[in-house]
């Protein structure tokens, strides 16, 4: 019989949000709660598994690590890139790779996380609530600022960023973007002023990132970008956690100089001794900007999908075509 693994699944989600009984019934699915350590552990404990069901870019998946998985037939990723996929490696192998496709509504999760956590930041909700929750009251919260009438900054104005600007706009802030592509009719169509990086730092008092991670963006804000926000400025970043310089963020927020609100780190799970844990003027969430019940209703019934087509020998959604041919 043979085997499946269901990789990344955090939260204990996968199970309830398909019906996996189709797929049990032809295989072994075993689901995997935690992250692997390394790329050693992965490879021991998938070795003999014949199908993977990764989610997104939980679990990087290199030629290194698909090279030793001597019996890997199909691998499933959820959405329709995962950079950390080496897919030519796969391709290479005849591992064929199949892909999921997003709901009609769940495009809009991550950037309704950044404005939850603009919010919370902006209001202290966190140290309210863990408060009132203590026994306490009003004593020790912070006093937060009204965001009306204040300036948000967007970097990146793709879908994300223009979901996460029109959101800022309906709080009455004004909002400037910038973006290595962004140009003049784009900032219109969305109704934002487009300025240089410099400025866009220089001016806001907060700024969000919605850039997908890429050679061109890793370390884009970097420690003069991050030497430019006003002080107490709010940093958030829903989209990757090298995308910024993590080290002048840590630097920046131990010396009270910002405040930043992170779903998204440089490595993940984040940590237990990570500075940013003990770090103050922040608002951290385990990544979940994409993580809704929307989305997971709709990832983990076509996972199955993928996987009974492969075994029926009808592979779907494929993402590598020149693979089908090598696959045994």
Not at 36 to 45: G, H, L, Q, R, S
Not at 59 to 79: A, D, F, H, N, Y
Not at 171 to 184: E, F, I, K
Not at 239 to 268: H, K, N, T
Request: aromatic share 6%; hydrophobic share 45%.
């Amino acid at each position: 019989m043979p085997k499946v693994a269901v990789l990344d699944d955090w939260q204990d989600v996968a199970r309830s949000s398909a019906d996996w009984a189709p797929l049990e019934a032809r295989a072994e699915v075993v689901f995997f709660s935690d992250a692997f350590a390394n790329e050693d552990e992965a490879a021991a404990k998938l070795a003999d598994f014949d199908i993977v069901l990764s989610m997104r870019e939980r679990t990087p998946l290199p030629g290194s690590l698909i090279r030793r998985l001597p019996k890997l037939r199909m691998l499933g990723m959820t959405g329709a890139r995962n950079l950390s996929l080496d897919t030519p490696a796969c391709t290479e192998r005849g591992v064929v790779v199949c892909s999921t496709q997003g709901g009609s509504y769940t495009d809009s999760a991550t950037a309704e996380l950044a404005l939850g956590l603009l919010l919370a930041s902006a209001r202290g909700i966190p140290a309210a609530d863990a408060s009132v929750h203590s026994g306490g009251f009003q004593r020790g919260v912070p006093v937060g600022f009204a965001l009306a009438g204040k300036t948000m900054g967007v970097m990146g104005l793709g879908k994300l960023g223009a979901y996460m600007a029109s959101y800022c706009l309906a709080l009455r802030m004004n909002v400037l973007a910038w973006s290595q592509n962004l140009t003049d009719a784009r900032a219109a169509e969305v109704g934002v002023t487009k300025v240089s990086k410099e400025e866009l730092f220089e001016r806001s008092d907060a700024i969000s990132i919605h850039l997908v991670l890429s050679d061109r963006s890793r370390g884009l804000v970097g420690a003069a970008d991050i030497a430019r926000m006003k002080r107490g400025a709010i940093l958030i970043n829903t989209s990757r956690g090298p995308i910024v310089d993590e080290a002048a963020m840590v630097a920046a927020l131990q010396e009270g100089r910002i405040a930043a609100a992170l779903d998204v780190f440089d490595r993940e799970p984040l940590p237990a001794d990570h500075p940013l844990r003990r770090t103050p003027n922040t608002v951290l969430t385990p990544h979940l900007g994409y993580g809704v019940r929307e989305t997971w209703a709709t990832f983990y019934p076509q996972s199955v999908e993928n996987a009974l087509a492969f075994l029926d020998g009808k592979p779907m959604r494929v993402t590598n075509p020149e693979a089908l041919g090598k696959a045994s």
